[in-house]
C-alpha cells in the first residue's frame, strides 16, 4: 500500500516526493531518471513491408550516383547511366532491402559492483574515513549497499509522513491557539462553536473545488482525508495569522494581501502545486464562496 502523500512514479513505482520529478495533465508523476531512459530508448527499425514502392524513372530503373555498368551483369539486358537496379531480371535490388538489425551488444559489467562508503556514518555522522568494515565503529551501523538504501528509504518515508500529517496539524492547533482566543474576546465565546462550525463548511467548500479543479486539470496524487487535513491546516493557519494581525492593529487590507499570500506559499508547499495551480485553485476557491453568498442572499439566509 502506499504511503499517503507519496509521489509514486508511473514508470519504476517508487516513490519519488524526495527526488526530481515531472507531472503531466493527469497529475501522474515520473521521476527525471525514468524520463531521461525513455529519452535514449531507441526508435524501432523500419519493416521493409511498411516502405513505399519505388519510383522508377522513364529507362526503367532508379538513377543513383556513382559508377554503374551499362549492362546487367546477370542477364546482360541494357540499364539506363547511372541506373544500379535492373528492371528485366531484378538484379541488385537486394540493395533496397533494409538489413535485419543487429541485436544491440550487452555492456559487460562486474558481478559485484564498487560500493562507496559515504564520508560519515548516517545513523550517529561517526567520520568514517579510512574504515574498512561494513559496520560503524561507533553504532554498528551497516553501511553496505543494502543497509543504505533501506535507511535512506526509511529516512524518505519518514519526510513523506512529516510533511503530509505533522506540518498540517501542527499549522491547524498553531491557528486555532491564535483565532479562537482573539475571536471569543471580540464577539464572546458563545460564537466560538458557530465560526468552528463555519470553518469546517469552508473546508467541505475546498475539498469541492480540490475535486474541480483535479478533474479539470489537477488530478489526485493524495486521499482526501490527507488533502483535507492539509485544507484545515493552511485555512487555520491563515485566520490565525488575519487574528493576530488584527489584534497588532494591522489594517485589513495588508492582513488579506498576507492570508493570500501565506495561502498561496503553503499550496505550493504542503499540495504540492505549482504556481498557476495554486493561483487556479484559489480562484476556483473565490467563485465558489461568491456563488454561495448570491445564493444565500437571493434566498434571504442573509440580511
Not at 278 to 286: D, E, K, P, S, T
Request: overall charge neutral; aromatic content about 8%.
Amino acid at each position: 500500500m502506499n504511503q499517503p502523500g507519496a509521489k509514486i512514479c508511473i514508470r519504476c513505482g517508487e516513490d519519488c516526493s524526495d527526488r526530481p520529478r515531472l507531472k503531466d495533465a493527469s497529475g501522474r508523476y515520473m521521476c527525471k531518471a525514468c524520463a531521461a531512459r525513455e529519452a535514449r530508448v531507441p526508435a524501432a527499425p523500419i519493416d521493409p513491408s511498411d516502405l513505399g514502392p519505388i519510383m522508377l524513372d522513364d529507362a526503367g530503373a532508379i538513377p543513383l550516383a556513382g559508377d554503374a555498368p551499362s549492362e546487367c551483369p546477370k542477364c546482360k539486358a541494357k540499364m539506363s547511366e547511372g541506373a544500379v537496379l535492373c528492371v528485366a531480371c531484378g538484379h541488385g535490388a537486394e540493395r533496397f532491402i533494409p538489413a535485419t538489425p543487429a541485436e544491440p551488444e550487452r555492456l559487460s559489467r562486474p558481478s559485484r559492483m564498487r560500493f562507496a562508503v559515504p564520508a560519515k556514518c548516517p545513523r550517529c555522522s561517526y567520520d568514517l574515513k579510512g574504515v574498512k568494515s561494513e559496520r560503524c565503529p561507533e553504532c554498528g551501523e551497516l553501511i553496505t549497499p543494502a543497509a543504505m538504501r533501506r535507511l535512506y528509504s526509511e529516512r524518505a518515508r519518514r519526510e513523506v509522513y512529516v510533511k503530509s500529517y505533522v506540518i498540517p496539524a501542527a499549522l491547524l492547533f498553531v491557528g486555532l491557539a491564535v483565532w479562537v482566543p482573539v475571536y471569543a474576546m471580540e464577539h464572546g465565546a458563545g460564537d466560538v462553536v458557530a465560526e468552528i462550525i463555519g470553518r469546517i463548511v469552508a473546508v467541505a467548500l475546498g475539498l469541492l473545488a480540490y475535486f474541480i479543479c483535479g478533474i479539470l486539470w489537477l488530478g489526485f496524487d493524495a486521499p482526501w482525508h490527507l488533502t483535507a487535513l492539509r485544507l484545515l491546516g493552511i485555512q487555520n493557519f491563515g485566520m490565525g495569522l488575519v487574528a493576530g494581525l488584527d489584534l497588532m492593529g494591522v489594517p485589513g487590507l495588508l492582513s488579506l494581501v498576507a492570508w493570500v499570500l501565506v495561502t498561496y506559499v503553503l499550496l505550493m508547499s504542503l499540495m504540492d502545486m505549482e504556481s498557476q495551480d495554486a493561483i487556479g485553485f484559489l480562484a476556483v476557491v473565490m467563485i465558489i464562496y461568491m456563488a454561495l453568498f448570491f445564493v444565500l442572499l437571493s434566498s434571504g439566509l442573509l440580511g
